[in-house]
Antibody, heavy 115, light 107 residues
Framework: DVQLMESGGGLVQPGGSLRLSCAAS????????MSWVRQAPGKGLEWVAN????????IYVDSVKGRFTISRDNAKNSLYLQMNSLRVEDTAVYYC????????WGQGTLVTVSS | SYELTQPPSVSVSPGQTARITCSGD??????AYWYQQKPGQAPVLVIY???ERPSGIPDRFSGSTSGTKVTLTISGVQAEDEADYYC??????????FGIGTKVTVL
């Protein structure tokens, strides 16, 4: 079974940084592209970033370009999201997802940006 | 920017059929995917590549497509189908987009 476990969320002040991790198991991690998706409280799903299998193609939603960086370590079966210059509007549950014939999702980690 | 348009809400009585539409100019060229999300839970894939149903998803869930519109149909709706449903596709730059979500209420 596909298992994705996010971690690293928490409370951070505006302008601060946070690094999210996603530990993958139950599948061959290095043959799938991966994504981060977020959901603000009471709102819908918003795709944030995608990375391909070899990390040579990364795509971001416009609102996080230049602030967030997606990366992966295939040897560790792990996906990451480095978030800098955080804003109040980045407050959300962040999910990692495996991209293949539709997405499989983790349970998410909550990021709260507040002073 | 590319948008997928869904109705914000659909209400249906138990045993009836719920239809949720999703419209987008790119849908004739890109596949659509549908996710079910219940409160406090992660989304779950219910339809992929417009019409395909993953293993483990009840056959009362089906997908169809016509031009710039895709439709998720839930036949014989059950109380447990009450949830938010999101359509998803790919935009022209290779990124991804979700619809706003449709809240299905079982009366």
């Amino acid at each position: 079974d596909v298992q994705l476990m996010e971690s690293g969320g928490g409370l951070v002040q505006p302008g601060g940084s946070l690094r999210l991790s996603c530990a993958a198991s139950g599948f061959t991690f290095n043959i799938y592209s991966m994504s981060w998706v977020r959901q603000a409280p009471g709102k819908g799903l918003e795709w944030v970033a995608n990375i391909n299998q070899l990390s040579d193609k990364k795509i971001y939603v416009d609102s996080v370009k230049g602030r967030f960086t997606i990366s992966r370590d295939n040897a560790k079966n792990s996906l990451y999201l480095q978030m800098n210059s955080l804003r109040v509007e980045d407050t959300a549950v962040y999910y990692c997802a495996r991209n293949h014939n539709g997405w499989s999702w983790g349970q998410g980690t909550l990021v709260t940006v507040s002073s | 920017s590319y948008e997928l348009t869904q109705p914000p809400s659909v209400s249906v009585s138990p045993g009836q059929t719920a239809r949720i539409t999703c419209s987008g100019d790119g849908l004739p060229k890109q596949y659509a995917y549908w996710y079910q999300q219940k409160p406090g839970q992660a989304p779950v894939l219910v339809i992929y590549k417009d019409t395909e149903r993953p293993s483990g998803i009840p056959d009362r869930f089906s997908g169809s497509t016509s031009g710039t519109k895709v439709t998720l149909t839930i036949s014989g709706v059950q109380a447990e189908d009450e949830a938010d449903y999101y359509c998803q596709s790919v935009d022209s730059s290779g990124g991804y987009v979700f619809g706003i979500g449709t809240k299905v209420t079982v009366l």
